[in-house]
């Protein structure tokens, strides 16, 4: 892992930068005029309006940045850099090689794209696509697609631009880019599909190598590891994969609830995690990208801890299991009967003798089971591809 | 004004006063020093001269006392008087100083903040050989304060530009630190490289057997920490030998973990060889009586024993981070293995019976159980409302299952690529 400073190491995306701010000054937690700042600074005004149409952004937000955004100086510089990348091009194409030709196509794609116009960008991204007849260069110009999509929220394109990166990253992709994409397609799945536990897969073997710090830096990239893992990961994995990794322990510091969380889990003290579960939903609050689910980690967490306590027992009492988390027997019943409910904990709650008994079939049954269920699934994919061959 | 010899005089007035009478000597000493500079050049040599004893005799006079402001404050007098003829003197001066401060006793905050002034005068000022060396010192503060971040951000900076300057001498402490420093953030494998690194710096140049001594420390302590006690110990052991020679206090601290290791790799008729052996002898103290008491109650296996003998000798055991870590894992493998021999006969036990047989609190018991079970250690479960810990029986080998499940998982991927075939022939 690189130790030199961050002047070495690419910074994220500026749009990605713009799209976080944008957020924080949703959720109270910048000041507009840093926004607007930005907005100047970056010449983002397609980035802004797009926001409002889609609209990410507060009636009150929107009427104040209005007031204060110099809208025309912007149109304006914007108009006149288009104009130069665009001489640029042509100047390249009559005095100079291919390659002139496809970095000032590139350089053009990389404004349109941080002033935050996908349609351009990506028009302007095929014809450099065009250009390009490496397939390293091809593949950073798919990541830098994807990146406008992650920041624009422009799903669609993330996801074609993912398809097509993929295709020419198992054709013959060098391993950095692999690795790279890898981190890419573990944020996707994570904020799309809400499909944690393939994040956390990929982003658990991309931890030792990752380098994708154009897409985020190496503490949010923990942090999500961490998040993910701990929400559909078990123990021994947690233990043995997560909170012993070396990136991991440089910069959990850095998120206090969350070191207090996984090392509860890992220590089996369930008081810490009921503890420190608030402070890690407040910091995934914060988070663009992983906002949107803190109900459902919320929940998978406080389901994981309740699972590791019982696997233990085969009965408990209601009142030493509500102490070693911490919260009191009626809230506990609660929570556990709604688990229950859901066929999520496999236990039963004698309210009377205030006992939880685990109902746990043993693991023989269990797999007979499973094996009837995998075969009959098998036979049915087995009479369709009858049917397709069947000419 | 004072003449030449009235000065020198005064001066040697200050060095015979300083046991005795250290008000009277302070007096002459900041006299001296606050005396003008006289005019021309040979007596300004002399009086230059004199004026850095009477620094150096201050310095060592308020160490003694303790007296860490004054200290702090000199060195401002320092930078202002010496900074302009003598720049060597100066930063030799000011490290002094910094060492003498570091005897004081709780003087770490001050330290740091005198450290970090010094740092950003030298910034202003452009002295980079002195600044590195502070901000070493500063470094190894932090990490002393458990500041990580801020030690590890302030090496990291300086390992580029020693490197650069191929500064040996300065490298090598500072992949010292760097090594002690991650060992202190549990990243392992980043503390073995930078003491490789170290080793590497340290093979190119002389090390003074002191300098050598700490590397042997830290290589103890990393391969203690990969559970490698046979090379630890060995490490520990040269360690040991040229600070006694030295007769340099740390030797006893690697007497300690020498004896640890001794006592993790249950070699414990060797440790008593040793600690009745000659070498043991000349450091008899409560780190010795500690490890005796220590080997003592891991022969009787007893847990109880253990846990008294580490609030008895609490601190020389818990408060040294290396013991405490290694003997935590000691308790908990000890705690174990009397918990598992205790259960082994039995099908079903009550918790409390296997409470009174430890003589360890029922719910300490439980959580132990509890633990195990999780980490596969025990094949049972806890029937809390019955107080019972109920054992399984080995389990049949299910091999049919597991691979009748393989075989079906097998046959999906199968079909998959014909369904994939299947559309390119389409």
Not at chain 1, 86 to 110: C, F, N, P, Q
Request: proline share 3%; aromatic share 6%.
């Amino acid at each position: 892992m690189s130790e030199t400073a961050s002047a070495a190491e690419p910074q994220p995306d500026s749009v990605l930068q713009l799209a976080d701010r944008l957020f924080q000054v949703g959720r109270g937690e910048a000041p507009v005029e840093s926004l607007v700042a930005a907005v100047e600074h970056d010449g983002a005004l397609p980035f802004w309006e797009a926001s409002v149409a889609a609209g990410r952004v507060s009636a009150a937000v929107q009427s104040e940045v209005w007031e204060t955004l110099s809208r025309d100086a912007i149109e304006q510089r914007n108009r006149e850099e288009r104009r130069a990348l665009t001489e640029k091009i042509a100047d390249a194409r009559l005095h100079h090689g291919e390659s002139e030709v496809r970095e000032a196509l590139v350089a053009r794609s990389e404004y349109l794209a941080r002033i935050g116009d996908v349609e351009q960008a990506v028009r302007s991204y095929e014809a450099a696509l065009r250009a390009t007849v490496g397939a390293g260069q091809r593949i950073d110009i798919y990541l830098a697609q994807i990146r406008l999509g992650l920041a624009m929220q422009d799903y669609r394109l993330v996801r074609r631009a993912m398809s097509l990166a993929r295709e020419h990253i198992e054709r013959g992709g060098d391993w950095e880019r692999r690795n790279r994409f890898r981190v890419y397609e573990a944020v996707f799945v994570m904020t799309a599909r809400r499909d944690l536990s393939g994040a956390a897969d990929r982003l658990l073997d991309s931890l030792a190598t990752f380098t994708a710090t154009e897409l985020m830096p190496l503490s949010r990239f923990i942090f999500y590891t961490v998040v993910c893992s701990l929400a559909t990961k078990e123990r021994p994995l947690l233990r043995d994969r997560v909170a012993k990794a070396p990136e991991v322990l440089q910069v959990i510091l850095q998120y206090p609830p969350l070191a207090t969380c996984l090392r509860g889990f890992v220590n089996c003290a369930y008081l810490d995690i009921s503890r420190s579960l608030p402070g890690v939903l407040m910091l995934v609050r914060r988070d663009r990208l992983l906002h949107m689910h803190e109900r459902y980690i919320a929940r998978e967490i406080r389901v994981a801890a309740y699972a590791q306590y019982l696997v233990a027992y085969k009965s408990v009492t209601l009142a030493s299991m509500a102490a070693a988390f911490g919260v009191g027997a009626e809230f506990l019943d609660e929570e556990l009967s709604r688990f229950i409910a859901a066929e999520r904990l496999h236990a039963k709650i004698d309210r009377v003798a205030g006992v939880i008994q685990t109902t746990r079939s043993d693991t023989r049954s269990a797999r007979y089971h499973q094996i009837i269920r995998d075969g009959d699934a098998l036979l049915n994919r087995i009479q369709k591809l009858s049917r397709v061959i069947d000419v | 004004m004072t003449t030449d010899t009235s000065r020198t005089l005064q001066l040697e007035e200050a060095n015979s006063l300083a046991e005795k009478d250290p008000t009277q000597a302070e007096q002459l000493y900041r006299s001296l020093l606050n005396t003008p500079m006289p005019e021309g050049d040979e007596s300004t040599e002399a009086a230059q001269r004199e004026r850095e004893v009477a620094v150096y005799g201050l310095v060592e006079l308020w160490a003694r006392q303790g007296r860490a402001a004054d200290l702090v404050q000199l060195s401002q007098v320092i930078r202002e008087q010496f900074d302009r003829v003598a720049k060597a003197k100066m930063a030799k001066m000011i490290r002094t100083l910094l060492d003498a401060l570091g005897r004081c006793p709780s003087s770490d905050q001050l330290q740091v903040s005198l450290c970090e002034e010094v740092v950003q005068w030298c910034r202003e000022e452009k002295r980079t050989f002195l600044r590195q060396r502070v901000e070493a010192r500063l470094a190894s503060l932090y990490l002393s304060q458990k500041r990580y971040g801020e030690a590890l951000a302030v090496t990291n900076a300086l390992l580029q530009e020693v490197k650069r300057l191929d500064d040996r001498a300065l490298l090598l402490e500072v992949q010292l630190l760097e090594s002690r420093i991650h060992h202190a953030l549990q990243n392992l494998p980043r503390a073995r490289a930078a003491l490789t690194a170290a080793r590497t710096t340290a093979s190119a140049i002389y090390v003074p057997p002191a300098l050598q001594g700490e590397i042997d420390m830290q290589a103890g302590v990393l391969h203690a920490e990969e559970r490698d006690y046979k090379t630890a110990f060995s490490y520990f052991y040269e360690a040991f030998e040229v600070y006694a020679t030295m007769d340099d206090e740390r030797a006893l601290a690697n007497l300690k973990y020498l004896l640890m290791c001794k006592l993790m790799i249950e070699q414990v008729p060797e440790l008593t060889a040793l600690l009745q052996g000659r070498v043991a002898l000349k450091y008899q103290g409560r780190e010795v009586d500690a490890m005796r008491a220590l080997a003592a109650a891991y022969e009787k296996r007893s847990v109880h024993e253990l846990q008294r003998v580490l609030d008895t000798h609490r601190d020389v055991l818990t408060e040294d981070p290396v013991i405490q870590a290694h003997l935590e894992d000691l308790y908990g493998a000890l705690l174990e293995r009397n918990l598992l021999r205790i259960i082994e006969p039995y099908s079903r036990l009550q918790l409390t019976h296997i409470a009174e047989r430890m003589d360890l609190p029922v719910e300490q018991v439980e959580a132990k159980c509890s633990q195990l079970i999780l980490d596969g250690k025990l094949n049972g479960i806890l029937d809390q409302g019955a107080g019972s810990l109920i054992l399984h029986g080995e389990e049949p080998a299910d091999d049919l299952c597991s691979d009748a499940l393989q075989t079906v998982q097998s046959l999906n991927e199968v079909v998959s690529s014909l369904f994939e075939k299947a559309s390119t022939l389409r």
